[in-house]
C-alpha cells in the first residue's frame, strides 16, 4: 500500500557563520544577516519519506513555516522529490516560539489531512530544542517515535524503527498514524534530481511573485500589482508551478495561540560568548618548559 | 496550562529505569534546592515508575522536601505517552511554580509533550537556572522571582535568558552534566506522597520490541583530569599519544566532535555541545583549534592546558598553560615529564 508522508523543514540560519551583527537589539535573530540553508536533520526526514515513497508509493507533502525566502527550500524539496510544496508565512507568526509554532503546523497538517506519517527532522540547528517534533505529535494527537536512525518495516497498520536512546538504542512499533523526528544517522540525503530541477525550477510561491513584481515596477500602483501578480501566478498554476502558501486565516487558526500572543516563553536577555581565561601563562615546549609546569601542577596538587 | 502561582513548589522529574535513578536528577537536585530557598518554597521530586519506593528515599537525601511517588505496573518502562499523561494530571493537582527535566534521551522526549498538552512553555537544553526579575518593555509591568533559563543558542555563539511569565507552570530541560551533583544527606527527612495512578493499556501507544542499552564507554562526567584530542591529532594510529598521556595521568580519554567523526576514537568519548559536558580539575586539549562548540562542554573546566601548533587556535583564549608547538614532540615530552616526577614522588614518599 502507498503511504502518505507530510513532512515539516526549516529553513535556518547557518549557525556556524554567526557574528554578533546578526542579532536584533531585541534579542530575536536578524536571519537577513546570514546565509540560509535547509535544516540538515529535516533533510533526512525527507530522505526517509522519499525511501518510504520509492518502495511503496504514494504522496510527500512538504511544509514550512516562515519569511518568504523559505520558498527555496521547497524549491529544493521539490528538486529532491517532494509532490506537494506548501509555504505558511503570516506576520502573524513572528516571534513564535515552539509550542506556537507546533500549534500552526498542526492545524497545517490537518489542513492537508489524510496523513500516514508525519516526519520532522530531530532538532533545527539554530535553536536545537527538538521541541517542536514531540508538540506537533501531542496537537495532532498521534504517538510519536524519536530520534529515528532506522525504518524497520512499515505495513498498513503499524510502524517499526530503531531510536537511538543515547547509550543504546530501542526498536519500537506503533499504529499509524505517527510522528517520527529523524537523526542525521539515519540515511544520506539525495542530491537533487537534474530532470526535477529542470522541471521546477521556475516554481514559486505567490509572495515571491508579487516581491519580484514590486521591484521590477517601482512606479505602479498598489491595485496594479496585484493585478499583474495575479495573472503571473494563474499562468504558473497552470504549468503545476505555483507553490502553495497559506496564512493563518486560510488555516483558521485561533490567534491567540499564534506568534508572541501564543508564546509563553519570552526573551529577557542575549548575551554573547566570550570565554576567557583568567590568567593565562606561555609554556615553552622544552623539556624544562614542560617538566616546570608539570612539576606546578602537581605542587598545586591538580595532578598527583 | 496552570495560573501564576507564587506558592507552587519547585520540581524536579526524577527520571528512572528499572528501579535505577539517572545522574541529571541528582545534579538538578542541588540547583533546585537553591532555587527552591529563594523562592520560599518546597523542593519536590516526581517519580514514575513501578518499584520505585527506594528511588524516593534517595531523592530526600539529595535535598527533596516531598516525593509525589506515582506507581503502577504500566509505568514500569518508560513511555511517551504514559508518562507525559501522569506529569500531566501531577501537575495540574498541585500547581508547581517550577517544573525541571534533565535533557536527556527520554526528558527531551517528554517534556515537549507535556508542555504541549499544558499549553506551557518549555525552555530546552538550559546550562544555568537563576531566580531573578523581568520587566516587560511594552507596558513596564515588572515580574518578581521568575525562573531565568539560561541555555546557549546559534550553535553556542549566543546565550539566551528565557523567562515565562504568564503561562505557568515554568519548565525546562537541563543538560546533563552542568551542575554538580552534591554529596547525599542520609539523615534527612521528608514526606513521601503516594499517587494514584488513572492510566490504562490505550496510555502506551509504543510496543517496545528491543532494547539494547550500553554502558558509556568512558565516564567522562566523573573524571578529574581529561585528556582530549581533535583533527590535529592527525590519525588514528597517532592517537595512541592522547591514549598514553591519559593513561600516565590517570585521566580520562576525550575527543572533540570532528576527531570522532574522523573515526579517531568512539562517541562515547565526545565532549562540547554535542556531546558531553565536562568540569574536570584539569583539562589537556591536544591539536584542539577550540571551536565554540567545543568550547561550550569543557569552559567550566578548573585548569585547561592547550597544545597547539598555530598560535592564533582560539582554544588559546581560554587556556590556563599555553604550549605553542607541534604535538607530536611536546605530548611525549610531557609523559617523559609526568613519569619522571612520579617516580620521584615515589621516592620522596619512600624515604
Same mark, same amino acid.
Given at each position: 500500500?502507498? $503511504?502518505?508522508?507530510?513532512?515539516?523543514?526549516?529553513?535556518?540560519?547557518?549557525?556556524?557563520?554567526?557574528?554578533?551583527?546578526?542579532?536584533?537589539?531585541?534579542?530575536?535573530?536578524?536571519?537577513?544577516?546570514?546565509?540560509?540553508?535547509?535544516?540538515?536533520?529535516?533533510?533526512?526526514?525527507?530522505?526517509?519519506?522519499?525511501?518510504?515513497?520509492?518502495?511503496?508509493?504514494?504522496?510527500?507533502?512538504?511544509?514550512?513555516?516562515?519569511?518568504?525566502?523559505?520558498?527555496?527550500?521547497?524549491?529544493?524539496?521539490?528538486?529532491?522529490?517532494?509532490?506537494?510544496?506548501?509555504?505558511?508565512?503570516?506576520?502573524?507568526?513572528?516571534?513564535?516560539?515552539?509550542?506556537?509554532?507546533?500549534?500552526?503546523?498542526?492545524?497545517?497538517?490537518?489542513?492537508?489531512?489524510? $496523513?500516514?506519517?508525519?516526519?520532522?527532522?530531530?532538532?533545527?540547528?539554530?535553536?536545537?530544542?527538538?521541541?517542536?517534533?514531540?508538540?506537533?505529535?501531542?496537537?495532532?494527537?498521534?504517538?510519536?517515535?524519536? $530520534?529515528?536512525?532506522?525504518?524497520?518495516?512499515?505495513?498498513?497498520?503499524?510502524?517499526?524503527?530503531?531510536?537511538?536512546?543515547?547509550?543504546?538504542?530501542?526498536?519500537?512499533?506503533?499504529?499509524?498514524?505517527?510522528?517520527?523526528?529523524?537523526?542525521?544517522?539515519?540515511?544520506?540525503?539525495?542530491?537533487?534530481?537534474?530532470?526535477?530541477?529542470?522541471? $521546477?525550477?521556475?516554481?514559486?510561491?505567490?509572495?515571491?511573485?508579487?516581491?519580484?513584481?514590486?521591484?521590477?515596477?517601482?512606479?505602479?500602483?498598489?491595485?496594479?500589482?496585484?493585478?499583474?501578480?495575479?495573472?503571473?501566478?494563474?499562468?504558473?498554476?497552470?504549468?503545476?508551478?505555483?507553490? *502553495?502558501?497559506?496564512?493563518?486565516?486560510?488555516?483558521?487558526?485561533?490567534?491567540?495561540?499564534?506568534?508572541?500572543?501564543?508564546?509563553?516563553?519570552?526573551?529577557?536577555?542575549?548575551?554573547?560568548?566570550?570565554?576567557?581565561? *583568567?590568567?593565562?601563562?606561555?609554556?615553552?615546549?622544552?623539556?624544562?618548559?614542560?617538566?616546570?609546569?608539570?612539576?606546578?601542577?602537581?605542587?598545586?596538587?591538580?595532578?598527583? | 496550562?496552570?495560573?501564576?502561582?507564587?506558592?507552587?513548589?519547585?520540581?524536579?522529574?526524577?527520571?528512572?529505569?528499572?528501579?535505577?535513578?539517572?545522574?541529571?536528577? =541528582?545534579?538538578?537536585?542541588?540547583?533546585?534546592?537553591?532555587?527552591?530557598?529563594?523562592?520560599?518554597?518546597?523542593?519536590? @521530586? @516526581?517519580?514514575?515508575?513501578?518499584?520505585?519506593?527506594?528511588?524516593?528515599?534517595?531523592?530526600?537525601?539529595?535535598?527533596?522536601?516531598?516525593?509525589?511517588? @506515582?506507581?503502577?505496573?504500566?509505568?514500569?518502562?518508560?513511555?511517551?505517552?504514559?508518562?507525559?499523561?501522569?506529569?500531566?494530571?501531577?501537575? %495540574?493537582?498541585?500547581?508547581?511554580?517550577?517544573?525541571?527535566?534533565?535533557?536527556?534521551?527520554?526528558?527531551?522526549?517528554?517534556?515537549?509533550?507535556?508542555?504541549?498538552?499544558?499549553?506551557?512553555?518549555?525552555?530546552?537544553?538550559?546550562?544555568?537556572?537563576?531566580?531573578?526579575?523581568?520587566?516587560?518593555?511594552?507596558?513596564?509591568?515588572? %515580574?518578581?522571582?521568575?525562573?531565568?533559563?539560561?541555555?546557549?543558542?546559534?550553535?553556542?555563539?549566543?546565550?539566551?535568558?528565557?523567562?515565562?511569565?504568564?503561562?505557568?507552570?515554568?519548565?525546562?530541560?537541563?543538560?546533563?552534566?552542568?551542575?554538580?551533583?552534591?554529596?547525599?544527606?542520609?539523615?534527612?527527612?521528608?514526606?513521601?506522597?503516594?499517587?494514584?495512578?488513572?492510566?490504562?493499556?490505550?496510555?502506551?501507544?509504543?510496543?517496545?520490541?528491543?532494547?539494547?542499552?550500553?554502558?558509556?564507554?568512558?565516564?567522562?562526567?566523573?573524571?578529574?583530569?581529561?585528556?582530549?584530542?581533535?583533527?590535529?591529532?592527525?590519525?588514528?594510529?597517532?592517537?595512541?599519544?592522547?591514549?598514553?598521556?591519559?593513561?600516565?595521568?590517570?585521566?580520562?580519554?576525550?575527543?572533540?566532535?570532528?576527531?570522532?567523526?574522523?573515526?579517531? =576514537?568512539?562517541?562515547?568519548?565526545?565532549?562540547?555541545?554535542?556531546?558531553?559536558?565536562?568540569?574536570?580539575?584539569?583539562?589537556?586539549?591536544?591539536?584542539?583549534?577550540?571551536? =565554540?562548540?567545543?568550547?561550550?562542554?569543557?569552559?567550566?573546566?578548573?585548569?585547561?592546558?592547550?597544545?597547539?601548533?598555530?598560535?592564533?587556535?582560539?582554544?588559546?583564549?581560554?587556556? %590556563?598553560?599555553?604550549?605553542?608547538?607541534?604535538?607530536?614532540?611536546?605530548?611525549?615530552?610531557?609523559?617523559?615529564?609526568?613519569?619522571?616526577?612520579?617516580?620521584?614522588?615515589?621516592?620522596?614518599?619512600?624515604?
Amino acid at each position: 500500500m502507498a $503511504y502518505n508522508c507530510v513532512v515539516l523543514i526549516k529553513q535556518v540560519p547557518d549557525t556556524k557563520r554567526i557574528t554578533g551583527e546578526a542579532m536584533n537589539d531585541d534579542g530575536t535573530v536578524n536571519r537577513s544577516a546570514l546565509p540560509a540553508i535547509f535544516n540538515p536533520e529535516d533533510l533526512n526526514a525527507l530522505e526517509l519519506a522519499l525511501q518510504i515513497k520509492d518502495k511503496f508509493g504514494g504522496k510527500i507533502t512538504v511544509i514550512t513555516m516562515g519569511l518568504p525566502a523559505a520558498s527555496a527550500i521547497l524549491r529544493d524539496s521539490l528538486f529532491r522529490g517532494a509532490d506537494d510544496a506548501i509555504l505558511i508565512t503570516d506576520q502573524r507568526c513572528a516571534a513564535s516560539d515552539t509550542l506556537a509554532t507546533s500549534y500552526i503546523l498542526s492545524c497545517a497538517v490537518k489542513k492537508v489531512g489524510n $496523513y500516514d506519517i508525519v516526519l520532522c527532522g530531530r532538532q533545527a540547528i539554530d535553536g536545537d530544542t527538538a521541541q517542536v517534533g514531540p508538540q506537533l505529535a501531542e496537537k495532532l494527537g498521534i504517538p510519536q517515535i524519536t $530520534y529515528v536512525e532506522e525504518l524497520i518495516e512499515l505495513n498498513s497498520k503499524s510502524i517499526t524503527a530503531r531510536r537511538n536512546i543515547g547509550a543504546g538504542w530501542q526498536q519500537v512499533r506503533t499504529e499509524l498514524p505517527a510522528l517520527l523526528t529523524v537523526t542525521g544517522d539515519a540515511n544520506e540525503p539525495r542530491v537533487a534530481a537534474a530532470k526535477k530541477m529542470m522541471k $521546477y525550477k521556475n516554481a514559486r510561491t505567490p509572495i515571491e511573485i508579487e516581491q519580484k513584481i514590486r521591484a521590477e515596477n517601482t512606479e505602479a500602483t498598489e491595485a496594479d500589482i496585484r493585478e499583474l501578480a495575479k495573472h503571473k501566478c494563474s499562468k504558473l498554476e497552470e504549468k503545476g508551478l505555483l507553490i *502553495k502558501q497559506w496564512d493563518l486565516d486560510f488555516l483558521e487558526a485561533d490567534l491567540n495561540w499564534c506568534g508572541r500572543t501564543g508564546s509563553p516563553t519570552k526573551v529577557h536577555r542575549i548575551q554573547s560568548v566570550v570565554l576567557a581565561a *583568567k590568567e593565562s601563562k606561555s609554556i615553552e615546549p622544552s623539556e624544562k618548559g614542560i617538566s616546570d609546569m608539570i612539576h606546578e601542577l602537581i605542587e598545586d596538587k591538580i595532578i598527583s | 496550562m496552570i495560573d501564576v502561582n507564587k506558592q507552587g513548589e519547585v520540581w524536579v522529574f526524577a527520571e528512572q529505569h528499572n528501579g535505577q535513578l539517572e545522574d541529571t536528577p =541528582i545534579e538538578l537536585m542541588s540547583k533546585a534546592h537553591r532555587l527552591a530557598d529563594t523562592l520560599g518554597v518546597k523542593l519536590a @521530586a @516526581a517519580v514514575l515508575g513501578d518499584g520505585a519506593r527506594d528511588i524516593a528515599t534517595k531523592l530526600i537525601h539529595y535535598g527533596a522536601d516531598k516525593v509525589y511517588l @506515582a506507581e503502577h505496573p504500566l509505568l514500569g518502562t518508560y513511555q511517551t505517552n504514559s508518562y507525559a499523561k501522569v506529569m500531566f494530571d501531577l501537575i %495540574h493537582k498541585y500547581e508547581p511554580q517550577i517544573v525541571l527535566y534533565g535533557a536527556t534521551a527520554a526528558g527531551r522526549d517528554l517534556a515537549p509533550r507535556i508542555a504541549s498538552a499544558a499549553k506551557a512553555g518549555l525552555t530546552a537544553d538550559c546550562t544555568d537556572l537563576q531566580i531573578g526579575d523581568h520587566q516587560v518593555t511594552k507596558n513596564g509591568d515588572i %515580574h518578581k522571582n521568575l525562573l531565568f533559563q539560561v541555555r546557549p543558542a546559534f550553535g553556542g555563539n549566543i546565550i539566551a535568558t528565557i523567562i515565562n511569565y504568564d503561562r505557568w507552570p515554568q519548565m525546562a530541560t537541563v543538560r546533563e552534566g552542568v551542575m554538580p551533583m552534591s554529596e547525599p544527606d542520609v539523615s534527612r527527612k521528608g514526606e513521601v506522597i503516594e499517587e494514584k495512578v488513572q492510566i490504562s493499556k490505550q496510555d502506551l501507544p509504543l510496543e517496545i520490541l528491543e532494547e539494547h542499552k550500553r554502558p558509556k564507554k568512558v565516564n567522562l562526567k566523573a573524571a578529574r583530569i581529561i585528556v582530549a584530542g581533535g583533527a590535529g591529532v592527525g590519525s588514528k594510529d597517532n592517537f595512541q599519544l592522547i591514549w598514553d598521556l591519559a593513561n600516565c595521568l590517570g585521566a580520562a580519554p576525550a575527543a572533540t566532535r570532528a576527531a570522532v567523526d574522523l573515526g579517531f =576514537i568512539d562517541s562515547d568519548h565526545q565532549v562540547g555541545q554535542t556531546g558531553t559536558t565536562v568540569r574536570p580539575s584539569l583539562y589537556l586539549a591536544v591539536g584542539i583549534s577550540g571551536a =565554540i562548540q567545543h568550547q561550550a562542554g569543557m569552559s567550566q573546566s578548573q585548569k585547561v592546558i592547550a597544545i597547539n601548533n598555530d598560535p592564533d587556535a582560539p582554544i588559546f583564549q581560554i587556556a %590556563h598553560y599555553k604550549i605553542v608547538g607541534d604535538l607530536n614532540v611536546v605530548v611525549p615530552k610531557m609523559i617523559k615529564a609526568i613519569k619522571e616526577k612520579s617516580i620521584k614522588e615515589e621516592k620522596t614518599v619512600k624515604a
